[in-house]
């Protein structure tokens, strides 16, 4: 499934979407957060903060754009 597909399906609260959101941009998501740190967080932290930018991306869903 494409990038645009998903952002629909995300909009339209669609969990299965964002699960595969999740599967495809945790390892993206958790570098950017680690090299803005430069090291200065721990791993449970960085979990944390990770997780936390997914639920974010649920809760505005609707206010999304490609």
Sequence with gaps: MN???LIEKLRRKNI???G???DM???YVS???RNALRGYISREDL???TAD???SLWEHAE???I
């Design 3 to 5: 990038e645009a597909k």
């Design 16 to 18: 299965s979407a964002l």
């Design 20 to 22: 595969r959101i999740i």
């Design 25 to 27: 941009y945790t390892p």
């Design 31 to 33: 570098t950017i957060i």
């Design 47 to 49: 979990e944390e903060l």
């Design 53 to 55: 930018s997914f639920v």
């Design 63 to 65: 206010n999304r754009t």
